[in-house]
């Protein structure tokens, strides 16, 4: 097939072009520096030019400043976010994270996780988050303001309630609501559209599951790559003819089929747990166990790992594995789950591969 350059769109009315096809910068916080540096520039030299971070994706902040260096900076668009409550916090988040980049601006900071209720009043309310957002982007520090959830209606709420200019928000195949009401109010209200989970955590195929999202009224979508193969071959749907055949069409509404009932949209409904097991967490956005389910054991235990991120993350996993054990089946969480999902049934499935990363990392530790 001819090859292509990557397709531009705008940032809803930022003045931003951005591909149409970015960078998720979660996964960086798992790889070793050197092998996250290599993710990070073969993605540009494919034509990626948004860039999706947090201060929260471990140090994938200090790995993109180091793959940055030597690019022409005003060719790209980084985003990052934090998840500050108070006007002191995210000032400093904001400091930490230009330096962390290695940059004089970010083009956009979001407010990172918004939570309806007490979280969302805090944040835009009197000394909150928002005012170091503002005084920053009057500094120049920060170009644009956006926020982030995993819920589609704080968003609406969000941006009726401050001229928020960029959202980040989950939408592939399985999880379409973002376009009855969120989407169409930021394409009246001229907000850029950028979307995370695009792939569902790897559950779907990438190129389908991409083309498909580049038909939706979107600016750019976001697939997290932990690998470089992974980077290479979402950038090349940019590259290429978005239309979907027929045959590709009836492969999407099956994977949506298959799916509707088992993908966690991490919208917690479900919380509290009694037994304080953090369902939506384990369930749609674990980033270690996602990688172990798309990997498997043998290419688990050989994969270039940050040293950090393992120590970190077995510290943690043995305790979830706790948490998990702990599950009393009261069927709580069901009754409360909009999707319907098995959660009694999920959970305890993922407790091999949890046990199994566990010995793994115990494994590459002691060498
Ligand atoms: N603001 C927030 O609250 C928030 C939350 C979550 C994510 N995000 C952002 O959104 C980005 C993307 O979301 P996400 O990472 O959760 O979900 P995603 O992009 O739907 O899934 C990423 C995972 O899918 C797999 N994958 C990606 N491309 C692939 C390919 N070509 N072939 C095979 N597998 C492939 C990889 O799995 P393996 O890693 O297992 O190989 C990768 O880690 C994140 O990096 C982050 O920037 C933001
Ligand atoms: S069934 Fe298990 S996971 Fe669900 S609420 Fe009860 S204890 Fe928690
Ligand atoms: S299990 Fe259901 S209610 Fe809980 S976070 Fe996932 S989708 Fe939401």
């Known amino acids: 097939m001819e090859q292509m350059s990557m397709q531009k769109r705008s940032l809803g009315k930022t003045g931003l072009q951005v591909s149409a096809i970015g960078l998720g910068c979660a996964q960086l916080g798992s790889s070793s520096i050197e092998y996250a540096v290599r993710v990070v520039r073969r993605a540009l030299e494919l034509g990626v030019t948004y860039l999706d971070t947090a201060r929260g994706y471990r140090d994938a902040e200090i790995k993109i400043g180091q793959a940055l260096q030597g690019w022409a900076r005003d060719r790209l668009v980084i985003a990052t976010k934090t998840g500050g409550k108070t006007r002191d916090e995210a000032r400093q988040h904001i ?65 009726q309630r401050f001229p928020f ?21 930021c394409q009246e209200k001229g907000i850029g559209v950028t979307i995370m989970k695009p792939v569902a955590t790897g559950l779907l195929p990438a190129t389908l599951a991409l083309k498909w999202l580049l038909n939706q009224p979107i600016a750019t979508a976001v697939p997290g790559a932990t690998k470089i193969e992974e980077a290479e071959e979402n950038a090349l749907v940019g590259c290429r003819p978005i239309a979907l055949t027929d045959g590709e069409q009836a492969q999407i509404e099956a994977l949506r089929l298959g799916y509707e009932r088992s993908r966690c949209r991490v919208c917690n409904y479900c919380t509290p747990c009694p037994q304080g097991i953090s369902i939506g967490s384990h369930l749609g956005t674990d980033v270690m166990y996602d990688h172990y389910r798309t990997m498997g054991p043998a290419e688990f235990r050989a994969f270039a790992w940050s040293r950090e991120a393992i120590e970190r993350d077995l510290e943690s996993r043995r305790k979830q594995i706790e948490a998990i054990e702990s599950c009393d089946r009261c069927g709580r969480c069901e009754e409360l789950c909009p999707y319907g999902l098995p959660i009694m049934e999920m959970l305890p499935r993922m407790l091999p591969a949890m046990r199994d990363m566990v010995a793994i990392y115990e494994e590459l530790l002691s060498i």
């Open 165 to 185: 200019e960029v959202i980040l928000v989950p939408m592939n195949v399985i999880e379409r609501e973002p376009l009855q009401e969120l989407i169409p109010l």
């Open 95 to 159: 400091e930490e994270s230009l330096q962390r980049l290695r940059t004089d601006y970010v083009d956009v900071c979001h407010l990172h996780g918004l939570r309806r209720g007490d979280d969302l009043e805090q944040r835009l309310g009197p000394g909150g988050a928002l005012e170091a957002l503002i005084q920053a982007k009057e500094e120049g520090l920060v170009h644009h303001i956006g926020c982030t959830s995993h819920r589609w209606e704080t968003l609406v709420e969000a941006i």
